[in-house]
């Protein structure tokens, strides 16, 4: 009994040692939650960590250094994006697979450009999120078709200067051309200037439009 019992430790703790060992960085609790249980259910993955703080997520990155990461965009304290970038500055081959809400192509950019290797949306079926788990954990990168096809569009559109993006936030906030001049220190000719290049770049005909493109974008939640 005794041999029989201590084999089966051993075949437990070898087990364990096979299993994707998973972080999840996610700020809203029942989502969080949801997600740890159906994690579980894997023979194959272990939850090592669990946190809603994009701070924290980092530190228990480093405390654990679990072979998988899932992570929220929009955290507490530190947003999914930067937390990416730290994670990355301790060990450039760490893997990250975003899970977000967020599906605007300068959301999807900034994602993979911080070092995702996937980037996902919350509706994901549970099929493909454990196999983009597996083939990330195996160093493959994972993007679903729709995915890609909107990072394709930001990767050969034109890019938004920084000024370009401060003009056009101010426009969110509704401001005449002459209060944004105001605000950045510049003539009025020169915003006219800016918000031209805007509309352009966004493809847009009005101030209406290119804020909505802009907003499903991404463009006004960085």
Known sequence: MIKAKKSDEKKRAAASNDCIRI?????HTVVR???????????DMEVVAETGDGRQAVELWKKHRPDVTLMDLRMPEL?????????????????IIVLTTFDGDEDIY?????????????????????QCIREVHAG????????????????TGDELTPRELEVLR????GKPNKLIGADLAITEVTVKS???????????L?????????????????
């Open 23 to 27: 972080l999840i960085a996610e700020d």
């Open 33 to 43: 939650d949801g997600l740890v249980a159906i994690v579980r259910q894997e023979q």
């Open 79 to 95: 947003d999914g994006v930067n937390a990416i970038y730290e994670i990355r500055a301790a060990d450039p081959s760490a893997r």
């Open 110 to 130: 900034r994602g993979m450009r911080a070092g995702a290797k996937s980037y996902l949306l919350k509706d994901v079926r549970r099929d493909e999120l454990f």
């Open 140 to 155: 493959k990168t994972f993007v679903p078709p729709a995915i890609a096809a909107k990072l394709a569009e930001r990767l």
């Open 170 to 173: 101010l426009l969110a906030e």
């Open 194 to 204: 800016h918000v031209q290049a805007v509309f352009r770049k966004l493809n847009v």
């Open 206 to 222: 009005s101030r209406t439009e290119a804020i909505a493109v802009a907003t499903r974008r991404g463009l006004l939640r960085q």
